[in-house]
């Protein structure tokens, strides 16, 4: 009962005064409970404690005793509101303020701006209506008119005396600035002081500009001797909007135009016009001004429109990545993906998208799209080979499929089985192609692409070098993503298919379904009525492997391959590495032409002449004809797979076309870093977007490059995502690290390093260059910068409280607090955080903490304790003072 009592009482104290209590009131406005008894009990009340109910009488005498800590603690009380009104309503009240300020500071601050736009229009209105009455009344000639077109201007000065107010001055020295309002008032002293007029301007101008400022407030004109009681309206009106001022204006100039008919008038028309001359120059110069403001927005506007329109056309190089895509459109690659997906394509960020897609795709967004054609025929002219030359040349074909469906297998099946005797030298070396020689003397190269996912780049050049592509699916699995994949790159490159459903051997092989999961895909096979040749075959017991064979020379015999071999050598770059005792070497599968010992080429941007090549069983070739993998010594910087190869007249040419290209490409590369700028990273990561870590993976063969940067951008999440920018074989360089450097990139070395120079500008330009020789760790490294990346979780630890059981007002040290601790512990450094009816209404830092007369660090729960909390000094008794700390906890990515 009691405990309901004590609600009821508390609930209605607010409201019912009888019911205010001493503690209470004490409380509210911070006074100590003792005096109030104390004073109380002198005036004769019957006070027994601070429980006491304090009756009206007592409050008024109360209140009228303590007024002056009264007083004091309502200011505290506005302070706090305010504060409280700024941290719960966040810049609201501070805009409140400032609004209620400006309001308050219109008409000097805000609407000076304004008046003069008006100005302008009133001006040309007035000039129009003068000129039409002008023509009307007097039919006076034109000159006469601009005269008098002046003079209504002046006419409101001068007349603004009998009929105009203070709003108007205001507006007029608003207007035509200090010298003019002096005009004004030179003609109101006129009348009364002529003498003052008549001694000098010099007199009169500081007397001028004087009154001039006053009238600049609405207040100060006001405060203003009263005239006239239409001035007294209009003053009224002026502290008003100025729309109505103007209206006002204009109405008046409309009847001073009526009165300029008066001959006397218009003399004194001609006197201001004359006056007024100093104010037409100004107008000149202003319209000049515009006019000049006007050019220069003009062109500026101009060249903004073609710098759009230059942004707006891309220059992009086939086979240009999702990725890149949409680095240089300026949009994010999952809305490059999703329109490719709207194609129908299914593309990873890595892939490489053909011309047309990357068309469709940029028009979409708005682009234009130019083929750059990569550092190509301009420089190296393609010759038309003459039907004669033309001589049949081997099938180059692919193995494609899925993951684990058997394409090294059958690779390796036909290598070992189709090795000619002899030719059987050397153990077998990774060149990524080789070429296999039949019984019957037919040829046939295999490029061995690698067939995971993170090679799709290769994968998609390959196709471009490839006649034939052999789909591999597994009998016992079925049609699967990546086998899509292939069918779709086949198909785009207009790539002859031959199907091989392997692993027939297996006992739950389907070989139907396999066939129907392929005519759903719209790969029809021969058995069911299609143009696809297939074959059905095991890798493991050889089964059928040479059906194949076989089927992939009767396609060639149909695709009737012909390629002229008595001509310098084309072709493309299979796959290039680092070889510590060869140096750059690089597989070429040359297409075109005799490739022979010493020819000087092009690969892309790299260059050389011939020293060696071997073939894939590390045999010396002098020659290779069209068709034929070789793996060429002799290059002078690294080729990138898929780089077109090419013969040349001489080194020198070769030196200075791979120059040309470096120069395309640098111009490439530095429109790629656009949009990696730091600043965009860091707009993104404050806008909340997605944080980005652009990364630069330089390695020793082309093969690892690929799977590790495809590795790290599968490090990306929701929250972060990995961006290689630029990737290749080769030391770091230079170029590498002022790449890294604009694009706030970090590098990452896969058993390469940066040679002395990058090694230095890395230095200078705090480029972070990481080098790994396991790709493991390189992913962990990566892994953990990401985590770095993710904001860390902030939280908030309770490491105390302690309850307010008495306040002491101690001078120069404000409100100290005599505490408590019934949690955890105080500590000296913690933030504080003041409750109030369990409502935070302070948070800040303790200034001091003691026991007794002791500063001391801390205070555990149980004891009592001395604190003041700084720059707050409203701390009442009840109240809970916690200190809490704030963790970050690191995000991770798993
Ligand atoms: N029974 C049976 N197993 C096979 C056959 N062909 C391949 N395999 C097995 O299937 C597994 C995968 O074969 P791989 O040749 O490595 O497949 P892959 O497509 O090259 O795989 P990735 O290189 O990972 O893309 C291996 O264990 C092979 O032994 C076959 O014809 N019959």
Request: charged share 35%; glycine share 6%; net charge negative.
């Amino acid at each position: 009962m009691k405990k309901k009592n004590k609600k009821f009482r508390y609930s209605n104290a607010g409201s019912k005064k009888e019911k205010l209590r001493i503690y209470k009131f004490a409380s509210e406005y911070n006074l100590p409970t003792e005096q109030i008894i104390e004073f109380l009990q002198k005036k004769g009340y019957e006070v027994k404690n601070h429980m006491s109910i304090l009756s009206d009488e007592m409050e008024s005498d109360v209140r009228e005793h303590f007024k002056k800590d009264i007083e004091k603690a309502e200011q505290h009380y506005k302070k706090i509101s305010e504060f409280q009104k700024k941290r719960s309503g966040g810049e609201e009240p501070k805009r409140e303020e400032k609004s209620e300020a400006e309001t308050k500071e219109e008409p000097r601050i805000v609407e000076l701006p304004e008046s003069e736009e008006k100005q302008d229009k009133t001006d040309t209105e007035e000039v129009l209506e003068t000129q039409t009455e002008e023509v009307a009344a007097a039919e006076e000639k034109a000159e006469q008119a601009e005269t008098v077109e002046t003079a209504p201007k002046e006419e409101i000065q001068t007349e603004s005396d009998k009929f105009k107010t203070p709003a108007e001055r205001e507006l007029e020295n608003r207007k035509k600035g200090l010298k003019i309002v002096g005009k004004i008032e030179l003609e109101k002293d006129k009348k009364k002081e002529k003498e003052e007029k008549a001694q000098s301007e010099k007199q009169t101008e500081p007397h001028v500009v004087l009154e001039d400022k006053k009238p600049k407030t609405a207040d100060e004109t006001a405060g203003e001797p009263a005239k006239k009681k239409k001035k007294k309206k209009l003053k009224a009106k002026s502290k008003g909007k100025e729309d109505k001022v103007e209206e006002v204006v204009s109405k008046k100039k409309r009847k001073l135009k009526k009165l300029q008919v008066d001959k006397k008038e218009v003399e004194e028309a001609i006197k201001r016009t004359m006056m007024s001359l100093d104010d037409s120059s100004v107008s000149e110069r202003a319209s000049l001004r515009k006019k000049k403001k006007k050019e220069k927005q003009e062109q500026l506007e101009r060249i903004i429109e073609q710098k759009e329109l230059e942004q707006k056309k891309l220059k992009v190089a086939e086979y240009i990545a999702v990725g890149e895509l949409a680095n240089l459109m300026g949009v994010s690659v999952n809305e490059v993906i999703q329109k490719c997906i709207g194609l129908g394509l299914m593309v990873s960020i890595n892939q490489r998208l053909d011309f047309e897609t990357i068309e469709l795709i940029a028009s979409d967004f708005g682009f234009e799209v130019e083929l750059e054609e990569e550092y190509l025929s301009d420089l190296i002219e393609e010759e038309d080979d003459p039907g004669e030359s033309l001589k049949p040349r081997p099938p180059v074909v692919t193995i494609m499929g899925h993951v684990d469906h058997g394409k090294t297998s059958l690779l390796d099946f036909i290598r070992r089985t189709n090795v000619v005797a002899g030719e059987a030298g050397g153990i077998t070396q990774h060149i990524g192609a080789y070429k296999v020689a039949l019984e019957d003397g037919k040829e046939i190269t295999f490029l061995d692409t690698p067939g995971h996912e993170a090679f799709t780049a290769m994968r998609a050049r390959g196709a471009q070098i490839t006649d034939i592509v052999v789909l591999v699916v597994a009998a016992d699995d079925a049609v699967m993503p990546q086998t899509v994949e292939a069918i779709n790159h086949a198909l785009a490159a207009n790539v002859s298919i031959i199907v091989a459903i392997n692993k027939i051997d297996k006992p739950n092989a389907n070989t139907e379904k396999i066939k129907q999961q392929l005519a759903e895909r719209n790969v029809l096979v021969e058995d069911w009525g299609g143009k696809y040749q297939c074959v059905e075959l095991s890798a493991k017991t050889g089964k059928n492997v040479d059906l194949l064979l076989e089927k992939i020379l009767l396609e060639a015999e149909m695709l009737d391959l012909k390629a002229n071999p008595d001509r310098p050598a084309r072709g493309a770059v299979i796959e290039s590495q680092l070889d510590k005792g060869r140096g750059i070497t690089a597989t070429i599968l040359v297409q075109k032409g005799t490739l022979r010992i010493s020819d000087p080429f092009v690969a892309g941007t790299a260059y050389g002449r011939v020293r060696a090549m071997f073939d894939e069983r590390g045999n010396k070739v002098k020659e290779a004809p069209p068709s034929t993998p070789v793996l060429v010594l002799g290059f002078e910087s690294t080729p990138q797979a898929g780089d077109t190869f090419a013969v040349v007249e001489s080194e020198r040419e070769a030196r200075e076309i791979s120059i040309k290209r470096m120069q395309i490409k640098r111009e490439q590369e530095h429109r790629q870093v656009r949009h990696m700028t730091l600043e965009e990273i860091a707009n993104q990561i404050s806008s909340g977007g997605i944080k980005e870590l652009p990364i630069i993976v330089k390695g020793d063969v082309d093969g690892s490059v690929e799977a590790l940067s495809d590795a790290l951008m599968k490090l990306s999440n929701d929250e972060v995502s990995v961006k290689v920018i630029h990737k290749g074989v080769g030391a770091i360089s230079e170029g590498d690290v002022l790449l890294a450097a604009a694009s706030g990139a970090i590098i990452i070395g896969f058993h390469v390093r940066p040679n002395s120079n990058a090694r230095k500008l890395a230095e200078t330009e705090k480029v972070d260059i990481r080098l790994y020789n396991i790709i493991y760790d390189a992913i962990n490294a990566v892994k953990s910068a990401l985590e770095g990346l993710l904001s860390p979780v902030v939280s908030e630890e309770l490491v105390g409280a302690a309850e307010v059981r008495q306040v002491f007002k101690v001078p120069k040290v404000g409100t100290v607090a005599g505490c408590y601790v019934t949690d955890g512990k105080i500590t000296r450094n913690g933030k504080v955080r003041l409750y109030r009816d369990g409502i935070a209404i302070y948070e800040g830092q303790l200034e001091s903490l003691k026991r007794f007369k002791d500063d001391v660090r801390e205070v555990e729960k149980g004891f009592e304790c001395g604190l003041n909390i700084a720059n707050f000094n409203d701390i009442k008794v009840g109240d809970v003072v916690e200190v809490y700390k704030t963790v970050e906890t690191k995000k991770t990515l798993s």
